[in-house]
């Protein structure tokens, strides 16, 4: 029995708890030995194969996934761990069991499977059901049209094969829900024996020893052109670049038993029947002449590349050691594609393939390589419509102006319209990020843009649009803004900022399931600017804004007045709302989250508003 087959979660699980807790293994009771079971389960093995899961700070995925396990006690509807990232959601439940022989352990029962697999029932329901703080938080931030959840039951008891293949079965929806949620859903059914196979996969990662030589078989190009391109450099590495067809590309997954070892050294693998992998089959298939330009194609690491003499036509390379570190996306996909739609139906399509051949021998230098090169292969980012904004010269001038004001209590201003990490941002700077600002903006001048069409909606030009109706006029956007509009939107920001201490000091007063309109701040932002709109008239409103548009009065020992006017207004803010909700608010979870996003809520708001305006 080679090493890597004895590697046994059981026994990893207890040394990562004692680390963690720095007591006994044994003295830990059930509840607290299955939270920690689901956050060894995220840490150590989930977020290896998937590490954009999770922010890239070390101190921040550390702290994410201590939040994200909180939601583990009493009222959790059967979420031990839960965590959002983009579009993506993680949700574990574990179960543990002492019991080391298999003969001595309990099995799952149907009811545990029926439980887990209605978990996103409950959780769409999660306003008419009892649900503790945390895992309430949770629910409200996901975004059941658009997300994909990746689920996984994580047990040491048994599974019988009866059991197993009913859990593996499709889930069904409730009402209410997306017609198109279970194909967002994958769910994974661990045993001991899964979990085992997990821990061992997650430690094979970067086992080169273990992955298999390939033949490469390149497509030819015209006009007596060579079939790959090969790079040297002073370092003695060598990298070969050309084009493969999708065909190959298939073939690559689907020859022998080849599909594990084919990505031993990437730290990303397949997430699942993605809109990502959905969109690049129907490229595929729909589209074949223009996957070339479309895809970011295929990077891969092999020890030792050369000519395959036995090609004649000289457009084949034998790679040892071939492994796929950026890539799996496109390769699972198109595999896809070929099983279901038969061999043949990707000789169209074209793929970028790099290979870049590394040293064998394991020298310091040379792990530093590859860790590096695999590392930066995967740290690319999904593109996110808000990126397309971040050039602007509208952008550029906000920046500027944020850097002329004056610094409150110690720090500058940062005005951040480009995505970076948080490491990046200097400790003196108070970052101001592009998105929150314009949706902060959008949700106190118009409503909140998830009434109108959420994200998309908030950063397109087109006339009438979010982005549009902040930086926008007869003639498109505006290329920058001069100092009284900067100081109008600034106060905005600010005023609406300060507000939000107000909010969520009432969110947090323990009164929230009471409250069900406090859930999100985008409305609130909106009944505060109707009510100061009221209060002071459209022109009167501007100048206020521009005058609190320094942000000197935020400072700590500044600013008593303005403060004061901003919580007595928030208060109002609050009375708005609730009158709002209780009028018009449907108890359901559909209805609830509807009000949040019907047009006819601002409408009411602007009607209750304008009731109390005397009282201002």
């Known amino acids: 029995m080679s090493e890597d087959q004895k590697v046994k979660f059981r026994d990893r699980f207890p040394e990562y708890l004692e680390k963690e807790l720095g007591e006994s293994f044994d003295k830990q009771n059930d509840k607290t030995l299955s939270r920690f079971m689901s956050r060894y389960f995220a840490e150590k093995v989930y977020l290896p194969k998937y590490p954009g899961s999770f922010s890239n700070d070390p101190d921040d995925i550390k702290q994410c996934i201590i939040e994200s396990s909180d939601v583990d006690g009493s009222n959790d509807q059967g979420v031990d761990f839960i965590c959002k990232d983009g579009n993506s959601v993680l949700i574990v439940q574990a179960k543990y069991s002492s019991g080391k022989k298999a003969a001595k352990r309990p099995s799952e029962t149907r009811e545990d499977i029926d439980h887990f697999r209605a978990v996103l029932g409950r959780l769409y329901r999660y306003r008419e059901l009892k649900v503790n703080k945390r895992l309430r938080d949770a629910c409200a931030e996901i975004d059941w049209e658009n997300d994909n959840f990746a689920m996984y039951y994580i047990t040491l008891r048994q599974f019988s094969p009866e059991l197993l293949k009913y859990a593996k079965s499709p889930i069904s929806i409730i009402d209410g829900q997306p017609p198109d949620l279970p194909e967002r859903v994958r769910i994974e059914w661990l045993d001991e024996e899964g979990l085992n196979q997990e821990v061992r996969e997650t430690d094979s990662q970067s086992d080169l020893s273990r992955i ?139 793929v970028v393939l790099r290979i870049t051949e590394y040293d064998p021998r394991q020298r310091t230098e040379e792990q530093k390589f590859i860790e590096n090169v695999t ?115 600034a106060g905005v920001w600010f005023v609406s900022n300060y507000a939000r201490s107000v909010w969520k000091a009432k969110k947090d007063s323990g009164g929230e399931s009471e409250a069900p309109w406090l859930e999100r701040r985008w409305m609130f932002f909106f009944a505060l600017g109707t009510l100061l709109k009221l209060e002071k008239g459209i022109e009167g409103l501007d100048e206020y804004l521009i005058r609190m548009g320094s942000g000197e009065w935020t400072r700590k020992n500044e600013g008593r007045e303005e403060k004061e006017v901003i919580e007595q207004v928030a208060k109002k803010a609050f009375y708005v709302l609730k009158k709002s909700y209780e009028k018009d608010g449907d108890r359901t979870a559909s209805g609830h989250r509807n009000w949040f996003r019907d047009r006819k809520t601002l409408e009411s708001i602007e009607s209750e508003a304008s009731d109390i305006r005397e009282m201002i």
Not at 312 to 320: F, H, V
Not at 407 to 432: A, C, E, W
């Open 212 to 350: 298999e030589s390939v033949r490469v078989r390149f497509t030819t190009n015209p006009e007596s052109q060579p079939a790959w391109i090969r790079m040297d450099d002073d370092s003695g590495r060598s990298c070969y670049f050309g084009r493969i067809s999708g065909t190959e590309v298939a073939e690559l997954f689907n020859f022998k038993n080849r599909k594990l070892s084919l990505f031993s050294l990437n730290i990303r693998n397949y997430v699942g029947n993605t809109e990502t992998n959905r969109n690049i089959r129907t490229t595929a298939e729909e589209q074949p002449s223009s996957f070339f330009y479309f895809n970011n194609g295929i990077s891969a690491l092999a020890t030792r590349i050369k000519k395959d003499e036995s090609d004649k036509e000289g457009r084949s390379l034998i790679c040892d050691g071939f492994s796929i570190i950026n890539g799996a996306q496109t390769v699972r996909s198109l595999a896809t594609a070929q099983r279901e739609k038969g061999r043949g139906c990707l000789d169209g399509v074209q």
């Open 375 to 489: 590392k930066y292969n995967n740290t690319q980012n999904s593109i996110k419509i808000s990126d397309f904004r971040s050039n602007d010269r509208v952008q550029q001038s906000i920046r500027q102006h944020f850097d002329e004001l004056n610094g409150v209590d110690g720090n500058k201003f940062l005005y951040v319209h480009k995505r970076i990490d948080s490491q990046s941002i200097p400790r003196n700077r108070t970052p101001i990020r592009m998105e929150e600002f314009l949706k902060t903006l959008h949700s106190f001048l118009h409503g909140p843009d998830d009434v109108f069409g959420g994200t998309s909606y908030m950063f397109s030009t087109a006339k009438d649009d979010g982005y549009w109706k902040l930086f926008g006029d007869s003639g498109g956007i505006i290329p920058t803004l001069d100092k009284r509009q900067f100081r109008r939107l």
